[in-house]
């Protein structure tokens, strides 16, 4: 049997002959130097979260581990030997790192290409794409773009990294691809749980991996146990139980709002606001957020970033009188020039928020 290629660019080279390298990697150099460490044996890698729910850190983590985690995800998606899988997140984050575990471990060809907006304008339309990885970011660039229609012609695709809106989710219906979101985090050496969002079996509720198990904690937040982990992961995640092996997700703990003694998840209410800035046409980002009041402790804020004309922004509060719930309605919209970011491009909604307290 041949060994399984990895392509970058408009080069393939064997994973049984990769080059030598130079001292400052590029994110081809970055690729190459994971798949020489990971095929030469090596047993200790150091991993870096992204910071979008603290402080980023650097992380030990075992091959066994890796390996572990990685089967869970081969075992659930039916993955085999000789498929081809797209690369197409940071090789140095757990995200990109795992999908060439994935792919290195069972033996498929890897297509890799920097990370970018729309990176299937990088592949070639006959390329075969078994499986891919990709944040909700990239899904909405490429469905605005003419690749789109590769979609057709992929088998799995997993999105992670962030909540994917529900406009987005109506869109992917159109595909017979299959589209799962995932829930995980650097700690759980990547994603735990899967959620069907498209065709047969789509599901509201996240499903576990084999062998995870979770609990709630006394605040509601679920907590992990891995076989490939020594201690349980307690997250600040809030979740609804369905059973043993089924959650939703309803947002962070450290984001709810108290507003009069209401607690409000905000991930759950920008859901229902993501619809309405659909449909009138507004694609500029937004989150909601408490800000200090005097009568309730908080208010419920709407941040959005960039400008909308005053038209829309009349419509849109109208909008929101109709489809939110009266403890959900914002009591006041902010435009905002800039979002405060984490390294990794996510909205750092503490220091954003923080910013519009001081000034």
Not at 131 to 141: D, R
Request: glycine share 6%; net charge neutral; aromatic share 8%.
């Amino acid at each position: 049997m041949n060994s399984p290629t990895l392509q970058l660019g408009n080069k393939t080279y064997s994973l049984g002959n990769l080059p030598k390298l130079s001292q400052t990697l590029t994110f081809d150099e970055r690729t190459i130097d994971f798949c020489q460490r990971w095929l030469s044996g090596q047993q200790q890698f150091e991993i870096h979260s992204s910071g979008s729910t603290g402080q980023p850190k650097k992380i030990l983590i075992s091959r066994q581990s890796m390996i572990a985690s990685a089967n869970g995800t081969i075992q659930a998606l039916g993955l085999q030997a000789n498929q081809t899988s797209l690369v197409c997140l940071d090789t140095a984050y757990i995200a990109g790192m795992m999908m060439l575990v994935r792919s290195l471990e069972i033996g498929m060809n890897i297509i890799a290409v920097e990370p970018c907006a729309n990176p299937f304008e990088k592949i070639k339309g006959q390329d075969q794409i078994h499986f891919a990885a990709l944040v909700p970011y990239q899904v909405k660039a490429i469905l605005d773009s003419p690749q789109n229609i590769f979609f057709s012609q992929f088998e799995t695709v997993i999105i992670g990294g962030a909540p994917l809106d529900q406009f987005t989710k109506i869109q992917l219906q159109n595909f017979p691809c299959q589209f799962y979101e995932t829930f995980g985090m650097t700690e759980t050496i990547s994603h735990i749980a899967l959620k069907k969002i498209n065709g047969k079996n789509k599901s509201d509720y996240f499903e576990l991996l084999p062998n995870i198990t979770i609990r709630q904690d006394e605040r509601a937040c679920l907590c992990i146990k891995t076989p490939y982990l020594p201690d349980e992961i307690i997250t600040n995640d809030v979740v609804e139980l369905k059973n043993l092996q089924e959650f939703m997700w309803l947002g962070r703990f450290d984001n709810v709002i108290n507003s009069g003694g209401i607690k409000i998840f905000p991930e759950s209410t920008e859901k229902k606001i993501e619809l309405v800035f659909s449909l009138e046409n507004i694609k500029n980002r937004f989150f909601i957020t408490g800000l200090p009041d005097e009568r309730l402790g908080q208010a419920v804020t709407l941040i959005v970033e960039g400008s909308i004309t005053p038209d829309q922004e009349g419509k849109t509060k109208q909008m929101l009188r109709e489809k939110l719930a009266k403890f959900e309605q914002p009591r006041s919209m902010l435009l905002v020039e800039k979002f405060d970011e984490t390294k990794n491009g996510k909205i750092n909604r503490n220091e954003t928020r923080d910013r519009l307290i001081k000034s």
